[in-house]
């Protein structure tokens, strides 16, 4: 029995040996066998995609193989970064093979990768197949990381896999963008079309707005045990994914992608009003300060999307046209107004400033409809109360608020839809102007704070300039309304005129409008004291003018004799705002109004002229010959004929410009208007150069008059020297100063300056009196000694700013160094002269001993990095050793 039992034994073992061998060999032959997983979790580098599509110019064709791309990845626009799918045990299980397909691709894995990409997709909770993917490509593209740098690979997961999500919705909104600049007549380009219209049909608008909702809800409790950093991260990034969402919802409303009906508006304005309200936690943990700044600009785009569905520009039309609402094709219905406006209503208990424009916003949909032919008895509006929904939202001031968001970094830094939103807030507020009385609204300053947004609004964008300027464009006709009545208080009221006017010159059409619109004025208004037992005692009676009425301000300007004039309003028992009937041109009385405040402190008017006249230039060069010669103008000739100007009077806009400039520097307190100054005289370089280097050395800007520097004067004495070489470096006006000094030294040397100074170098060669003027120059003079300080004592801290600083580009970081190495070269060749030529014992020589002695005690102790090349020059040709300069 015993020897049966044994047999027994070693024949069971001897089973389930090759049982455990047939296992293995089926587990290896398994593994052999590549695993097929579903191929919607294959996905391709987004930011490569994204490099590709952003390098096709706007208005050209697209490639096939482009084409061919966008079709594959049909499902990831639609989806966006829904498609990335969280940890599941089948892609863990999946990596254990040794090779997976999905359909058409497959992927061969690597061990060393797969213990990777099981790390990462724990801690970012990402689908394990999806993660390996991720982990290939950053180990593709980066040959100097190993499997071994644990922390560094982290790192790197982490923010490419942030990039290829926010690459991913760059994309769709490319496509979008795209699709606006296509031309029925390319077939390529209508793919992209064809693609945007196919997203809007397969549900892009819904699955956006779920997505969205995802995001700013995302703060999940697998989250709360990773460390402080990798939260911040996650939150701003996050933050950034809801603007790029945003971004492509506005563009599919505001380009007519796809109609927002109520049910949807619905959906918008609860999203809206729950990320006010906090319900959504994600705000909570936005602490860093550009985190608070983004999610502000998420509520700002989503205010900027209900305003737009509103379709207020179409009302303005209709309102225009007296369309009915019944054959305007209104995308709301009576019913979806007042369930609409329900939601509206339970905004007002929030008090956030957010809700303000949006209450205003409502309150002007319901005033234009209102007012439309077959509206103005209907039940439902009637019930409605606008009027109370104005005066709850100036409650919470939305203007400022409108201004803050358009004075905002967020915004103006914007890759995003910029110009679209800025039309939206431009039909807004003139739905605003058309809808309500500015006299009869609670808010002070109303009219200060829209022209403040209106000058924001259209500053730079050079369509909305040209529409405004339209006289058939309807949506503008309110805010022209305001510029008229600013108009007709010129020049009572300049400041405000002037600066809108600014804002307005944005293209050469633009510019020539203002400037046309200024030079054929038909009236002045002025303060006038009524005349004692005159029966002219009531507004908008006709006065007239028994004398020369002389200008205040303006000397050498009269209203002439027998001019009519219209009380405007009484600002006293008997002083009177008049408005002159009387033709002149609003430039030339600019450029009187700011020669004559050049004379005294009325810097606050003054600058808003300068910058009118910079913009005018700026925009249409042909301009600046006309205000060159605006003192031969007919103009001129027939205002002095008629007794509006004294026959003595005559205007020298360089000379004016350029003793203006003077009179600044020499103040030393308004170094925004000197840029400007100095701008404006390097735009007129341009057209008239040798007429501008005139006025600028009789005037002497740059204090250069005397070119005899051994009679005691310096390079850089001058005054606006002392303040460019000054030690502003945080001070923001000095950047506009050191600009515009720049420009107008760039504006020479394109003339044929940089030729002469050549030649002049190529003279101090040869000339023995040329070469000793400059060597003497920069010997003895102390204001190249303190420049060459200026750029060799730079402190650490404002290195150390300018890298960090968002605005710094390399190149900016680069020429800092460039002058500093240039400076050291100075130093090294004066050196290397006396060596060849001087005995120590002259004058210069000692002079230039004590001059190099200052500088290397200040700086050689601490002479690394910026200086180091150009100083171990020096060291290297044994002009000076550590402890002193040798002989």
């Known amino acids: ?127 394990e197949v999806q993660m390996y993917i991720l982990v290939s490509m950053i180990f593709e593209h980066n040959n100097s990381i190993a499997v071994s740098d644990g922390q560094k690979i982290q790192n790197l997961i982490l923010l490419q896999y942030f990039i290829e999500r926010q690459c991913l919705l760059k994309c769709v909104r490319w496509i979008f963008v795209k699709a606006i600049y296509v031309s029925s007549k390319t077939h390529k380009n209508n793919e992209i079309k064809r693609e945007a219209l196919q997203l809007i049909h397969d549900g892009l608008e819904a699955r956006m707005l779920s997505t969205i909702k995802d995001l700013v809800s995302s703060v999940s409790s697998e989250k709360t045990f990773l460390d402080a950093e990798f939260i911040a991260l996650w939150v701003d990034e996050t933050i950034i994914e809801d603007n790029l969402i945003l971004d492509v919802l506005f563009l599919a409303y505001y380009e007519n992608f796809c109609v927002c009906n109520a049910v949807q508006w619905i959906n918008l304005c609860s ?74 209503s339970s905004l007002s208990i929030l008090g956030m400033v957010e809700c303000g424009p949006l209450l205003l916003a409502w309150a002007v949909f319901i005033c234009l409809i209102s007012s439309l032919p077959d509206m103005k008895n209907n039940l439902i509006l009637m019930e409605i109360d606008h009027v109370d929904y104005v005066h709850q939202a100036f409650e919470v001031r939305p203007f400022n608020y409108l201004l803050e968001v358009l004075r905002s970094s967020c915004l103006r830094d914007s890759d995003g839809p910029i110009s679209g939103q800025l039309s939206i807030l431009r039909t807004f507020v003139s739905a605003f102007i058309a809808s309500y009385d500015f006299s009869h609204q609670p808010e002070k300053d109303l009219l200060s704070l829209i022209l403040e947004m209106l000058c924001e609004i259209y500053h730079g964008e050079e369509s909305l300039s040209i529409q405004f300027w339209d006289r058939d464009s309807f949506v503008d006709g309110p805010i022209r309304s305001l510029l008229y009545m600013l108009e007709s208080e010129y020049p009572y009221r300049t400041v405000e005129f002037v600066c809108f006017l600014s804002a307005l010159c944005n293209g050469s059409w633009s510019a020539q409008c203002v400037y046309s619109f200024l030079d054929k004025m038909h009236g002045m208004t002025l303060l006038f004291e009524v005349p004692s037992g005159s029966c002219c005692t009531g507004v908008y009676e006709i006065v007239k003018a028994h004398y020369r009425i002389p200008v205040p301000g303006l000397d050498g300007v009269f209203i002439p ?48 002229i300068l910058n009118l006249l910079y913009c005018l ?89 005397n070119p005899k520097f051994s009679s005691g004067g310096l ?51 040869i000339s023995h009196m040329a070469g000793s003027l400059v060597w003497d120059i920069l010997i003895f003079d102390s204001s190249v000694h303190n ?30 160094q460039a002058a500093a190495c240039s400076s050291m070269d100075i130093i090294c060749s004066l050196l290397t002269d006396m060596s060849k030529h001087g005995d120590g014992n002259t004058g210069c020589d000692r002079a230039s001993l004590a001059f190099i002695g200052t500088i290397m005690s200040n700086i050689l102790d601490d002479c690394q990095g910026l200086q180091s090349r150009s100083l171990g020059k020096m060291i290297a040709k044994g002009t000076i050793s550590r402890h002193g300069i040798s002989k």
Request: charged share 20%; aromatic share 8%; hydrophobic share 45%.
């Open 715 to 765: 390079l850089f004495s001058g005054a606006l020297f002392q303040i460019l070489l000054a030690d502003l470096w945080e001070e923001k006006e000095c950047f506009v100063l050191t600009t515009s000094v720049l420009d107008y030294a760039i504006q020479h040397l394109e003339k044929g300056v940089l030729d002469v100074m050549k030649s002049c170098i190529r003279g101090v060669r």
């Open 271 to 344: 999203l809206f009003k729950n990320v006010l309200s906090g319900t959504y936690s994600i705000e909570n943990i936005a602490v860093s300060g550009e985190a608070q700044a983004l999610f502000a600009h998420v509520k700002a785009q989503l205010l900027f999307i209900l305003i737009e569905t509103l379709d207020l520009e179409n009302l303005l039309h209709m309102v225009n046209e007296e369309v009915p609402f019944s054959d305007g094709g209104a995308m709301f219905s009576m019913l979806d107004i007042q369930e609409i406006n329900s939601l509206v």
């Open 787 to 816: 420049a060459l300080f200026q750029l060799l004592l730079v402190a650490n801290q404002v290195l150390e700013k300018t890298y960090g600083y968002h605005l710094s580009q390399i190149k900016e970081i680069d020429g800092l």
């Open 561 to 608: 004799l027998g001019a009519r004039g219209q009380i405007l309003k009484f600002v006293d028992d008997n002083i009177a705002l008049v408005r002159w009937e009387c033709a002149h041109s609003g430039v030339y009385v600019l450029l009187l109004r700011m020669a004559q405040l050049s004379h005294s402190s009325g810097q606050d008017d003054m600058f808003p």
């Open 617 to 705: 230039i700026s925009s249409n060069l042909a301009l600046c010959f006309k205000l060159l010669h605006l003192d031969e103008s007919m103009y001129a000739h027939a205002a002095q004929n008629s007794g509006f100007l004294e026959m003595n009077v005559c205007i020298d806009v360089l000379r004016v410009i350029s003793l203006l400039a003077v009179r600044l520097i020499e103040d030393g307190r308004h170094v925004n208007a000197v840029g400007m100054c100095i701008s404006l005289l390097a735009k007129m370089v341009e057209c008239a150069p040798s007429l501008v280097i005139k006025s600028v050395l009789s005037s002497n800007i740059f204090g250069t008059a």
């Open 1 to 127: 029995m015993a020897g049966a039992s044994g047999n027994g034994t070693n024949a069971t073992t001897t089973a389930t040996a090759g049982a455990t061998l047939k296992a293995s060999a089926g587990d290896a032959a398994q593994s052999v066998i590549p695993k097929r997983m579903n191929d919607s979790l294959w996905w391709e580098s987004f930011v490569e995609l994204l490099e590709q599509l952003e390098s096709t110019p706007p208005y050209s064709d697209i490639s096939d193989n482009m084409i061919d791309k966008l079709r594959r990845n049909h499902a990831w626009f639609l989806d966006t970064v829904s498609c990335f799918k969280p940890p599941n045990e089948a892609s863990r299980l999946a990596l254990e093979s040794h090779e997976i397909c999905f359909g058409s691709h497959s992927l061969v894995i690597k061990p060393e990768l797969k213990e990777v990409a099981f790390r990462a997709s724990k801690y970012l909770c990402l689908d």
